[in-house]
Structure formats: structure tokens, C-alpha cells
């Protein structure tokens, strides 16, 4: 950890003690935009800022800020459960908590799941050699021809109709 951002972090930490809590979202944020940063500690600093956000009801940045610690590295539930002294303690409504955990961030791991489950081609019970394809295919082409019929003579139906 640099000495900036030590600093940072003790600075915010201090404000935020005092109830200065705009102050201390200043400090954190001005650390997170150091270069000498590192992931861990721009996640910590990413908590804290959406602590102050979550804080002050502002659910939009609190969840961009949350999204950005979690991509930092930082485990959202040990944060939550961890009475580690750079972490700031999570005051929000009901409300705003609720809103944070169902958009909370989710590990790649579980959302790159969720999105092979549903592009996967893997459905039960589908002939899937050439012959069961063509036999769908030939299904579907004749299911349309003749809808399309029906349609076709009730349009001619209703234009020749009585006028």
C-alpha cells in the first residue's frame, strides 16, 4: 500500500467518524483515482464510497461504486460480515439495502453461467440428427402454408365480400 493512499484511506476513515461524510467520499474517491492504487485498495475505497452513497439514499452510484469493488477483487459478503477497520459499516434504509442486494454485483463466474445456461442448445427430448431437423423443418414449412393459405382466402373472403 503507498503512502497516499494509506492516507486516503485513514483520511476518509477520520471524516467519516466525524460524520463528514461527503469529505470522506472526496477522499476515497481522490484515492481510487491515484495511479499508485492497488486493486485491493481501490476495492476498499470503492466499498466505502458506496457506503456514503447507500448512506445518503443515492442507490445508482451506490451500485456503480459496489460493481466497482467487487471488480476490484473484493469479496461483497466478507465485506459485509468483516470487522476489518478500512471497511466502513453499511447504514442505509431498508429500502436502499434491499435495491443494493438484488442488483448487488455478481462474480463473472455465476453471470457467465447464467449466460451459457441460456444460449446453451441442450434441450431434452429433441431429435437432433439430420432426418429429426428436416421432419421439424418440413412440420413448420407446412404449418405456414397452410395458415398462409387460410388467411390468403379469408382476405380474398372479405374483399369480395358484399359491398
Not at 456503480?64 to 459499516?89: C, F, H, I, N, T
Request: proline share 3%.
Amino acid at each position: 500500500m503507498t503512502r497516499a493512499n494509506a492516507e486516503a484511506l485513514d483520511k476518509g476513515r477520520e471524516l467519516y467518524e466525524k460524520n463528514d461524510r461527503m469529505g470522506a467520499l472526496r477522499a476515497w474517491e481522490a484515492g481510487m483515482a491515484s495511479k499508485g492504487a492497488s486493486s485491493g485498495e481501490r476495492g476498499v475505497m470503492a466499498y466505502n464510497a458506496a457506503c456514503v452513497h447507500a448512506y445518503f439514499g443515492d442507490v445508482e452510484p451506490a451500485q456503480v461504486a459496489m460493481r466497482e469493488a467487487v471488480g476490484q477483487g473484493l469479496d461483497l459478503l466478507a465485506a459485509l460480515e468483516s470487522g476489518d477497520k478500512r471497511l466502513v459499516q453499511l447504514q442505509a434504509s431498508p429500502q436502499v439495502q434491499r435495491q443494493l442486494e438484488k442488483s448487488g454485483p455478481k462474480p463473472s463466474g455465476v453471470l457467465e453461467r447464467d449466460v451459457s445456461d441460456m444460449l446453451s442448445t441442450d434441450i431434452q427430448g429433441i431429435d437432433k440428427s439430420v432426418l429429426g431437423i428436416i421432419r421439424r423443418v418440413l412440420i413448420l414449412v407446412a404449418v405456414l402454408i397452410f395458415f398462409g393459405v387460410g388467411l390468403f382466402y379469408l382476405g380474398l373472403n372479405s374483399s369480395l365480400g358484399p359491398q
